[in-house]
Each structure stands twice: as C-alpha cells, then as structure tokens.
Nanobody, 124 residues
Framework: HVQLVESGGGSVQAGGSLRLICTAS????????WGWFRQAPGKEREEVAR???????HYSDAVKGRFTISRDYATNTLSLRMNELKPEDTAMYYC???????????????????WGQGTQVTVS
C-alpha cells in the first residue's frame, strides 16, 4: 500500500521559513516525478515544485529563488525548504508522486497518481 505523508506545516510570519517533508512508504522503485502542490481557498491547485526521475527540478515562477526541493533516498523523503515566505504562500500543501510511469519508456507530462493528505501553511 503506497502512502505519502506530509509534515512540517504551520504558521509563520512573513519573511520566515518552513520546511515541509513528505515521507513515502509502500514502494521501492523510483518515481517518474515527485512534487509539491498547493491550494489556497477559492483558488485552483497549482504545482509549486517538482523533481523528475532524471533529477531535474522545476519551480513555479511564484516560488523560484525562495523554495528548494530535494529528495533523500536513504529516508525516502521529499522535502521543500521555503524561505522568505509571503502571505500569498498561505495554502494547503500536498505532495504527490507519479508512480505509474518510467522515464525509460515514457516522456510525457508528470501525472501524479498518489497524493498525501496535505499540510497547512499559513503566513501572516
């Protein structure tokens, strides 16, 4: 049973930092992509940062230069370091992974099929 569990959310003042961690369990192969998404009240869910199977990372323009995504194979975790937080970063943050595809035979878009339950980030 594949499971993703987020932790590290909370409340912080503008300009502060938080580190989110997504812990994966139930699978041992490499994911096609693994990333962080967020959804604020009344807004659509958006991709924040993503790490692809080849190690390349992607960031939305809104967080580029402030957020850093990294993967730890020893602990099977994906972290998101968030610096210089702004009130507009307030949202529920979800981690998600595409475990159905493999870069050896697929070159399409990242299509997460496993999602965590989310962790709230509030910046005031």
């Amino acid at each position: 049973h594949v499971q993703l569990v987020e932790s590290g959310g909370g409340s912080v003042q503008a300009g502060g930092s938080l580190r989110l961690i997504c812990t994966a369990s139930g699978y041992k192969y490499t994911e096609y992509c693994w990333g962080w998404f967020r959804q604020a009240p009344g807004k659509e869910r958006e991709e924040v940062a993503r790490r692809d199977q080849d190690g390349i990372t992607h960031y939305s323009d809104a967080v580029k230069g402030r957020f850093t995504i990294s993967r730890d194979y020893a602990t099977n975790t994906l972290s998101l370091r968030m610096n210089e937080l702004k009130p507009e970063d307030t949202a529920m943050y979800y981690c998600a992974a595409d475990l159905l595809h493999d870069a050896r035979w697929y070159a399409g878009a990242c299509d997460p099929n496993v999602w965590g339950q989310g962790t709230q980030v509030t910046v005031s």
